[in-house]
């Protein structure tokens, strides 16, 4: 810690839409995968906090689901923890693709920002600065500053690093002088059973197509420390038709054994130990509809209603 400043700490809120790279910068700026990343939109589905400490200061990034139009009762739970996690929050920053400029999507969202009104500090955040070209990126800039009164506007790769310093700087200095809110070696605040849960839905992500990825959910069931240092996880994967219990396993379990390997590399390297993983494909037509899931995400089932 830095001698003779006060410390600093607060909540530093990423938001837009699905795929803007708000779980990649929570990563990079946290200086680990704490948070799951695909190409894939609507990926992270809770509210995930990632730690950084940057001189005397603490900065808490909460990551969160991306926004968009919800359809089913998970995705306006989703949506409803965006949210929340930007009005909790002491300093909110809201990303956009460089290359895809302003979207409707994110025209929506600067309407709900300026409905929630005044007393938010709302920056924005220019990601994938790598995509395109620098003139490109002033008239974005200047558009988006014309659309709502953000007060700074940074240009990042997230994925890069381009960028990240100066946004640090700015988070370090902006937020207010208090004594810091988790212990200094934290940088996650998730249990270890959600973040494991969270490493095998990115991989079964990656490997599934279509809708499938969006109608499963993974928990871990058991966690066994045994006397060796190394540990016995359990994990089911529910799947909501029985179609998809099949493309989950695939030929002769192939997928599911695939799946299982990723995993259990990322949570040994996450951990630094030795992990024996089993996975289990587990139908449950109604999974979206039970409020215990939704528990197990980390989601307000209420939220979802109407
Ligand atoms: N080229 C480029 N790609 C990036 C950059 N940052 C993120 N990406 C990619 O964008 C995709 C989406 O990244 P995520 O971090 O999962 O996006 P997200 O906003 O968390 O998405 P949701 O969780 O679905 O809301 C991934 O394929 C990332 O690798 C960047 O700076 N440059
Ligand atoms: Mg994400």
């Known amino acids: 810690m830095t001698q003779d400043l006060p410390t600093r700490a607060g909540f530093v809120a990423?938001?837009?839409e699905p795929n803007a790279g708000k779980s990649t910068l929570l990563n990079?700026?946290?200086g680990?995968?704490?948070?799951?990343?695909?190409?894939k939109v609507q990926t992270t589905r809770a509210r995930i906090r990632g730690i950084a400490i940057h001189g005397p200061a603490q900065i808490v990034f909460v990551d969160t689901p991306g926004i968009f139009r919800p359809r089913r009762r998970l995705d306006r739970s989703m949506v409803a923890a965006a949210w929340g996690g930007a009005s909790d929050a002491d300093v909110v920053l809201l990303l956009i693709e460089a290359h895809r400029g302003l979207t409707d999507g994110t025209q929506a969202i600067l309407?709900?920002?300026?409905?929630?009104?005044?007393?938010?500090t709302v920056s924005l955040v220019i990601n994938k600065i790598d995509r395109v070209k620098a003139e490109t990126l002033l008239a974005?800039?200047?558009q988006m500053n014309e659309a709502y009164p953000f007060d700074q506007t940074f240009m990042i790769s997230a994925e890069k690093g381009y960028g990240c310093d100066g946004l640090r700087d700015w988070l370090a200095a902006s937020l207010p002088e208090g004594p810091w809110l988790y212990p200094e070696d934290q940088i996650a605040d998730l249990p270890m059973r959600m973040i494991a849960a969270e490493i095998t839905r990115e991989k079964l992500t990656l490997r599934l197509h279509e809708e499938i990825p969006y109608q499963l959910t993974v928990e871990t069931e058991a966690w066994e420390e045994k006397s060796d240092g190394s540990a016995r996880v359990e994990q089911v994967v529910y799947v909501s038709r029985q179609g998809h219990k099949g493309i989950v396993l695939g030929k002769g379990g192939e997928t599911i054994k695939a799946v299982g390997q990723a995993a259990r590399a990322e949570l040994e390297e996450f951990m630094s130990r030795r992990v024996h993983l089993f996975l289990q494909v587990r139908l449950r037509e109604n999974w979206l509809n039970e409020s215990e899931r939704y528990d197990e995400m980390g989601l307000n089932f209420k939220d979802g209603d109407g």
């Not at 680990?32 to 190409?39: E, G, L, Q, R, Y």
Request: glycine share 12%; no cysteine; charged share 15%.
């Open 14 to 16: 990423l938001i837009g």
């Open 28 to 30: 990079q700026m946290v």
């Open 32 to 39: 680990a995968k704490v948070s799951i990343v695909t190409h």
């Open 111 to 120: 309407d709900q920002l300026r409905a929630l009104g005044q007393g938010m």
């Open 140 to 142: 974005l800039s200047r």
